[in-house]
Each structure stands twice: as structure tokens, then as C-alpha cells.
């Protein structure tokens, strides 16, 4: 079985309130990190008709902060399907009421995985690509799992060699003692 991404893409729109603001009154990035959380699982769920868990959350670069009385529009699409897998792509956008203007947060990317009522992994519906970003976007995804997989393993505890990588870091703002 096959079904298209716009299918399943869920959009969700909240007003930011002081009550998720830090200090200086910009709203929490754990507040952000949850809804994107929420929104990541309500569309994958969708796509699968499957309960959902986050398996995994590549990168979150926070890049312009928001504002107390801002609205905030959440948006999720699946842009890559595995067997049990998806990769459900959140951009997160900010407006000003007043003004409109609208500013980009930030995009991230959550690895979620279908479960039975038991726990056990799922087969989810593959993906239906019927666009150019909708290839670019799966391709993307699998160039990703690829670079993962390659990550390297010398900052393994049992395999990180400390004399290796010493004068590297007399670059930085570190004093070494040992």
C-alpha cells in the first residue's frame, strides 16, 4: 500500500503565551521542541494509522527566537518511508499579529516508528512521491541515514585515543590539566 504525503500533512497553529516564555520573554525552546514533538507523532500516526514513537530528532537549530503574543505555525509532512520507519519533516514559522511578518524558526527532522497495541514494530504504507520536492525531500532522507551510518567511531569511549586529538584543541577556548 501506497499514500501520498499530503495525505497525512498536519498543520497546527497556536498563540505563544507569557506562560511559555523564558525570562527575557521569548518562548522556551522545550516548549517549541514539544509541539514539534506533538505535531511529528500526529502526522505519522496519520500516515500509518498506527500509535507512533519518536525514535530519533536530527537536528534543531533554533534560528530567530519568538516573541510572546506571536502566533506560531506548525507544519508536518512524511518525506520518507521505510518498512516500519517514517521521517516526518516539521518546519516551524512565526507571525507577528501586528505587523505579519512571518519569520522561520526553525526545520527538523523526527525518525518515527509505528507500534502495535503490543509494542511491536509495524509496516507502514510507503510513500507515493508525485513531485520534484517530494523526491528531493525522500533522497535527502536517505543520503542522511547513510551519512549516520557512516558516522565515525573514534570518539567511542573504547576506541578515543586522547593524544590524537590534543593540539586540535589548543584552537579553543579550553585549558586541558591532565
Not at 511578518?101 to 525518525?111: D, G, P, Q, V
Not at 507502514?124 to 525531500?137: A, F, K, T
Amino acid at each position: 500500500m501506497f499514500k501520498s504525503a499530503k495525505e497525512s500533512q498536519v498543520t497546527i497553529t497556536e498563540l505563544m503565551l507569557p506562560a511559555h516564555s523564558n525570562f527575557s520573554g521569548k518562548i522556551h525552546g522545550g516548549y517549541i521542541l514539544n509541539l514539534m514533538d506533538q505535531i511529528a507523532f500526529a502526522c505519522a500516526s496519520k500516515h500509518s494509522r498506527h500509535y507512533c514513537v519518536t525514535a530519533s530528532v536530527n537536528r534543531v537549530d533554533f534560528l530567530n527566537p519568538i516573541d510572546v503574543g506571536e502566533l506560531v505555525t506548525l507544519k508536518a509532512s512524511v518525506n520518507y518511508t521505510g518498512r516500519t520507519s517514517m521521517v516526518i519533516g516539521v518546519r516551524v514559522e512565526s507571525e507577528n499579529i501586528q505587523t505579519g511578518e512571518k519569520k522561520h524558526c526553525n526545520s527538523s527532522y523526527f525518525t518515527m516508528v509505528a507500534k502495535d497495541e503490543n509494542g511491536n514494530n509495524v509496516p507502514v504504507p510507503g510513500l507515493i512521491l508525485d513531485n520534484e520536492q517530494s523526491v528531493r525531500r525522500f533522497s535527502r532522507s536517505i543520503a542522511r541515514q547513510e551519512q549516520a551510518k557512516h558516522r565515525t567511531t573514534k570518539f567511542k569511549s573504547s576506541e578515543f585515543k586522547v593524544a590524537d586529538h590534543l593540539d586540535s584543541l589548543k584552537a579553543h577556548n579550553v585549558k586541558i590539566e591532565l
